[in-house]
């Protein structure tokens, strides 16, 4: 276990330099000429050598009036910090708790605080889809549970999750399931008296 104490000014420097996450939360530097103190793994500009300071703990840095870094965060207490890791958690619980809304990839953007290209390279990078594919995938999964357990018709279903057109509805449904809404319920209704 490396402790920022057994390293030498020269080891941190190059970890500095080089980016390197492996040395996240053994030590931190500051730049006096900026006044903000980073992670080693930080992707800011690299500094000059003669401007910087190492510290072994945030609250260091801090009490000697340094401030945190927005883009690596090193006053959170966590070992290793991804601010894509936010972005995508954020997304997800917004495209979660407002898919019956009208929201455009700009507004979910603009809600997390990142642009729309920004979004949907970190969002499908992560997770293999757009976001504008995740939120049809949630509301569909929403669609099939009220078309089995309600006697809403699917027109009302339709709008109800979210859809400004039925026919946007249908197409996105039968391109998910396989099924239009109708032959949806009718096929689980089916299936369910058979069972029995």
């Known amino acids: 276990m490396k402790d920022q104490n057994s390293l030498s000014k020269d080891k941190m420097w190059k970890a500095t330099i080089s980016c390197d996450p492996a040395y996240d939360g053994i030590f931190f530097y500051a730049v006096k000429t900026t006044g903000i103190f980073c992670r080693p ?3 800011s500009r690299v500094p000059n050598d003669e401007n910087v300071s190492f510290f072994s ?3 260091e840095a801090q009490m000697a009036g340094y401030r945190a870094c927005k883009r690596c965060r090193p006053d959170l207490s966590l070992k290793k910090y ?7 958690e954020d997304t997800i619980l917004l495209i979660k708790n407002n898919y019956d809304q009208n929201m455009s990839l700009h507004d979910i953007a603009s809600s997390v605080g990142v642009s729309r290209f920004h979004l949907n390279w970190i969002f499908k990078e992560r997770t293999g889809c757009t976001p504008r594919r995740y939120l049809e995938k949630i509301r569909i999964k929403k669609a099939k549970e ?6 809403f018709n699917s027109t009302e ?7 400004q057109s ?3 509805f249908y197409n996105a ?3 998910n399931t396989g099924f239009s809404p109708t032959r949806f319920r009718t096929y689980h209704a089916e299936n369910t008296v058979n069972k029995e």
Do not use: H, R, V
């Open 57 to 59: 703990y945030a609250e």
């Open 166 to 168: 039925i026919s946007s």
């Open 146 to 151: 009220l078309l089995l357990a309600t006697n």
């Open 41 to 43: 793994s930080c992707k």
């Open 157 to 163: 279903i339709g709008y109800q999750i979210g859809y």
């Open 173 to 175: 449904f039968k391109q």
């Open 82 to 88: 991804d601010p894509f890791d936010f972005i995508l």
